[in-house]
């Protein structure tokens, strides 16, 4: 079971969230967003290191991240971490529990963070009676499908350096949609857990960051990270299509 968490009436309600554009339908009339307000009032406080859910957890509620960042895995049989994926404030998850009823996957904090949970049950009778919402999530749905692929693709088909340079350019994209520098960030996940995600060992993954560094792409000073030659990055992956 999810370890205990604090739990608070929301600061804000979905209709005044600076991140409602990431998680909701854009055309909601506000008779709509009021009942999408009444059926998210729960939000829930994790510390690094909590977990959201764990693999083998009755399904009951998604989960809309309003603050931080998650890190999903999966254990193998000898006790192994597999990390699956990395979300962000405005990302949706639990969606792996959906046609099971059981989460498959392990959600962890990866520092405090804030999240919206959004009973199923609830969400589904009023994506019903909504059109537009239920439009939402089909595609929120299938954005995970071509994830996955994309991720199945980047594992099969690249080099160690075209793989890093795919997710530094998948987070400066996520981050430039929530009006964030596409070019300066931390990285919260470790690069181990990188590797992890990427298929790499952690010496790998340490010797294509210094790479880039060396090549003038990107400015590496522990965990912050600053992408100098965009153009370049873009090359790197671009090559690999070729």
């Known amino acids: 079971m999810p370890l205990p968490v604090s739990i608070h009436p929301p600061k804000s309600a979905c209709s005044s969230c600076n991140l409602a554009e990431l998680c909701l339908p854009i055309d909601l009339s506000a008779r709509e967003l009021r009942k999408l307000d009444e059926l998210s009032t729960l939000k829930?406080?994790?510390?690094?290191?909590?977990?959201?859910?764990?693999?083998?957890?009755?399904?009951?509620?998604?989960?809309?991240?309003?603050?931080g960042s998650f890190k999903t895995q999966i254990l193998h049989e000898d006790g192994r971490e597999q990390v699956t994926g990395f979300q962000m404030a405005g990302e949706i998850i639990g969606l792996d529990a959906i046609s099971t009823d059981i989460h498959a996957c392990e959600a962890v904090a990866m520092e405090s963070c804030v999240v919206c949970e959004l009973p199923f049950n609830k969400l589904e009778a009023l994506s019903r009676e909504i059109p537009t919402l239920q439009r939402h999530l089909y595609k929120i749905m299938s954005r995970e499908i071509v994830r996955d692929q994309g991720i199945m693709l980047l594992l099969g088909s690249m080099r160690a350096e075209e793989r890093l340079a795919a997710f530094l350019l998948n987070l400066s994209q996520r981050y430039a949609a929530r009006g964030l520098s596409a070019t300066q960030f931390q990285l919260r996940m470790s690069r181990q857990e990188i590797g992890s995600y990427l298929g790499l060992k952690l010496e790998t993954v340490s010797r294509a960051f210094s790479h880039f560094q060396e090549d003038g792409i990107i400015i590496v000073k522990v965990r912050a990270i600053e992408i100098i030659n965009l153009a370049s990055l873009q090359a790197c992956l671009n090559n690999s299509r070729l």
């Not at 406080?45 to 991240?65: E, M, P, Q, T, V």
């Open 44 to 67: 829930r406080n994790f510390s690094r290191s909590d977990y959201l859910y764990r693999s083998g957890d009755k399904f009951r509620s998604l989960f809309a991240i309003h603050s």
